[in-house]
């Protein structure tokens, strides 16, 4: 059987969605209040994050479709990940120039590599 990501539940601050506090944004904060409920760990205020929604070492940095993506930032990089293409995406860096990426996009789709972030012509 094939190994699976976990799945956890959202993590969001205390009071998300509550109709008198539409401006708490969804995000998480570590609670630090010394009588906040969430930092108690009370069960009706929701999940934190903590060390067992980790997945196992074999699933870190692997994508959705199974792969794992190689960052590219020159020709070299690039030829290097197109030869070893087997189970790998490409990601470009966001230090290349546009026209570059459109370059390397074209390259890479020409070899049948997967970018994630290329340039869509």
């Known amino acids: 059987m094939a190994l699976k990501k976990k799945t956890h539940p959202k993590f969001n601050v205390p009071n998300y969605g509550a109709k008198s506090r539409s401006r708490v944004p969804e995000r998480w904060r570590k609670q630090r209040g010394d009588?906040?409920?969430k930092r108690i760990k009370k069960?009706?205020?929701g999940a934190?994050?903590?060390i067992g929604y980790g997945n196992p070492e074999q699933l870190k940095g692997v994508r959705e479709n199974?792969?794992?993506t190689v960052l590219v930032h020159d020709v070299g990089e690039l030829?290097?990940?197109i030869d070893n293409a087997k189970g790998t995406d490409i990601t470009l860096s966001s230090s290349l120039s546009s026209k570059k990426k459109a370059i390397f996009t074209k390259v890479a789709r020409?070899?049948?590599v997967q970018v994630t972030n290329g340039v869509i012509e």
Request: hydrophobic content about 20%.
């Open 35 to 37: 009588d906040n409920k």
């Open 43 to 45: 069960n009706f205020m």
């Open 48 to 50: 934190e994050p903590t």
């Open 66 to 68: 199974g792969r794992r």
């Open 79 to 81: 030829q290097a990940a």
């Open 110 to 112: 020409d070899h049948d």
